[in-house]
């Protein structure tokens, strides 16, 4: 369970501050499709990197499964995203001149797993998401769809709790983000909770919580 | 992460991004090349110097000779030097009148004789002139117009003891009684001439004992001499002599050089900081997502700045070996003859044989330097980067 208190992101100071997020109070259950929806510069990608440790809150607390990670110091959150957070984002963020395989193993490098086994699981997420011929292929020699199921790939290898998505259909083509948002979908089959930022209505409507944020603040909360 | 697996990360990123490490490695080789070279240079300068002093003294032996005046302590001075064991043996000539060192060719009445006051020496008999007629020279001597010639001028010119020597010099005219006749055998200095009144002692000192021949020995002299001076307010006669005149030479070269060498290798010390200091920044503004990536997906601050340090330390590592190597091959074959030439380029007609050699702690001293470079300079920058929110390095933003 995610738990947002009163939460607010104030950017810049005096008669130039802007509330990116004002007030969000929330509670994320455990195990569902969650999609977060609103304008450009509503505050929903703000409030993505709020619950992925990727941000500082200005106030308010985050607590996740009892933790409140809006205090934890530098390293421990690095930690706890390390094990606890899986992300994607539209503009993938790999590194171009590695391997798929490299890509997708650096979490758990940076877990201190194991050559053989994060071998292991890598390999075995690459096979899942169909790129077991691009294993040894440079990132940079992928098509969008292809960068974006390595993205996916890396999300899931350390099997964490949370997946958080920001955009990952945004630069893809209708059969490749139809790709991605049934992998979305199935992770969340396997228990995972997912976190979707989308503009597109028809994908928000795939999952089983969306919420709607309208100048930092929630304006509905839709269940299915 | 394991130490291990980020050794491997940082040298996969510097081998994938292999034409910005070819660029750093050829710039910090040439400016560590400089390094490397300049202190070849000062520690062959070092060596040589050292090393052609204790061959000069092998072949000649170790002279200086301090000319004195009358009023000057030449007991104190030379137990002064004993005391530091400057020297093995000594020889002490006494002028009277006027008299030094070489042929007489003015000589009014002779054409060449030799003028040989006592020779003195301590642990060495062979540097006393042997007296064959009339009296030692003895204190009494000091100021009176006496004068002891050896055996060969005496026969040559049949003079005996008690005769009248007469010569001019300088347009004066000069009497002396011949007060005794010593060894032709056994007299080992030749004098002439020249315009000195009254009566002065000259010390030669003669030090064979190569492990007492360094640069401290004529430093320890030059500190005598000016206690001496400085204690009898004197403006006496300067310490000379090959070796000492060798010395003087060779501390001008090392000094130049050592100058020289030290604005450069300062400078090229700069450069290199300046260069570092930019790239890495430039490295981290560039690689903003790959590095917010890594932390995003849970590496620690300490993490990264080993991931950058480790690839900086490769780069020195093979920069400074390639300089090494370059180093090492211009130092077996072009320096042989660049070295003279330079030296007599700067310094003009020198003897200074030079046998160029590689300094190991000009190496050393660039790896040191270079690595502190790199590591304070990626704390800076890092500290204040990785506590930055992540998604702000992830999108490059403040």
Known sequence: MIQLNDVRKIYGEGESQVKALDGITLQIPDGKFISIVGKSGSGKSTLLNMIGALDNVSSGTIETDGIRIDD??????????????????????????????????????????????????????????????????????????????VSIARALVVDPKIILADEPTGNLDVKNAKEVMDLLREIVSEGKTVILVTHNQDDAKKADITIEIQDGKIACIEER | MKFFDLCKLSFKNLFYNFYRSIASIVMLTLLSVIIIFFGGIMKTLNGDIQKNLIDQTEKYGMDMSMIMSEKQNTQEFIELMDEQGLF?????????????????????????????????????????????QGHTWSEDCKGKKYIWIDEETALSTDKKVGDILKFSFNNQ????????????????LEYTFFDFEGYGVDVTLYQKNLDKVDMDFFKRLEDIDKYLISKYNLQTNAISGSSYNYYLSAMTIKKWAT????????????????????????????????????????????????????QWLIIIFIATLIAGIIVAIMTATIMYDIMPMMLRLIFGDIILITTPQISYWAILINIFVLFATIMLSSLVLLRKYTQKPVINILQGGE
């Open chain 2, 88 to 132: 093995d043996t000594y020889t002490m000539s006494l002028y009277m009148g006027v008299g030094a060192f070489g042929n007489v060719a003015e000589a009014e009445d002779e054409t060449k004789f030799r003028l040989h006051p006592m020779c003195m020496g301590k642990e060495n008999a062979s540097y006393t002139p042997k007296l064959l």
């Open chain 1, 72 to 149: 934890l110091p530098s390293d421990k959150l690095a930690e706890y995203r390390n094990k606890n957070i899986g992300y994607i984002f539209q503009a993938f963020y790999l590194e171009p001149q590695f391997t798929v395989m490299e890509n997708v193993e650096m979490p758990l490098i940076i877990a201190g797993e194991d050559k053989a086994l994060r071998r292991e699981k890598a390999h075995k997420l690459i096979e899942r998401l169909g790129l077991l011929d691009k294993e040894n292929k440079k990132v940079n020699t992928l098509s969008g769809g292809q960068k974006q199921r």
């Open chain 2, 173 to 188: 005219n000069f009497e002396y009684e011949i007060r005794g006749i010593i060894s032709s055998s056994s007299c080992l």
């Open chain 2, 259 to 310: 100058g020289i060498g030290i604005f450069l290798i300062a400078v090229c010390i700069g450069c290199s900081i300046g260069s570092i200091l930019n790239t890495i920044k430039i490295n981290i503004s560039k690689n903003n997502y790959s590095l917010g990536m890594m932390r995003a997906i849970g590496a620690k601050s300490s993490e990264i700045y080993w991931y950058i340090v480790l």
